[in-house]
């Protein structure tokens, strides 16, 4: 489970991959788990991914969070993390932006 | 404050904006927030709502949970929403999706 509020000092990668065949989803959706489970979550300043799939197979999200954009950076440079984002790159196309939360509202009660 | 799990049963809303003119990134979440606070947090099936802006200016990013998809549609023909959405269509390029939450992994102690 992740939590994600303002107060918290973090960077958050969202990361939105549009399939070039959404018959490859659930594959993109293994690369994403296996690269947070094999070397995303053993390095410097990693604080969560969630994996996400659209309801319609058309994309699939991560959404990371960092301890540092600077966190973030080294991990681009690693060559075991490079496999995996080549992996994923194949079966789409990827659009990374770094963020910072600035607002959060959640409902008190939920029925 | 949010939570991420996939045990919730949601529906999650990543919409990604990329703004026309990064100058108007700010008001563009001034409107998300707006629109959060005066309209989707009284709708039915409203669990959360997080805004988040790119380092970089370029993007803002509603990430936000709805109960069900039917709640989520039905919110889309509210009137009073859809005055807020056209507002930010104007400042940017929108790509909304719904999503399932998948796999979600939390560091257990972060430095």
Redesign the interface.
């Known amino acids: ?5 303002p ?1 918290r000092p973090l ?2 990668l ?1 990361n ?1 991959f549009r399939l070039h065949d959404p018959t490859n989803q659930q594959q993109l ?1 293994d690369v ?2 296996e690269a ?2 094999a070397v995303m ?1 053993h390095l ?1 300043g ?11 197979g ?2 699939v ?1 991560n ?1 990371a969070q960092w ?1 540092s ?1 600077a966190d973030f950076e080294a991990m681009l440079q690693q060559p075991e993390a490079q496999v995996h984002m080549r992996r994923a790159f194949e079966l789409a196309q990827v ?1 990374p ?11 008190v009660a ?2």
Chains 1, 2 share one sequence.
């Open positions: 489970m992740a939590t994600i509020a107060s960077v958050t969202v939105v959706v994403l788990i947070t489970q979550r410097p990693y604080v969560s991914a969630t994996i996400h799939r659209s309801l319609d058309s994309h999200v959404y301890r954009q659009e932006h770094l963020y910072e939360v600035v607002f959060s509202d959640d409902a939920v029925a």
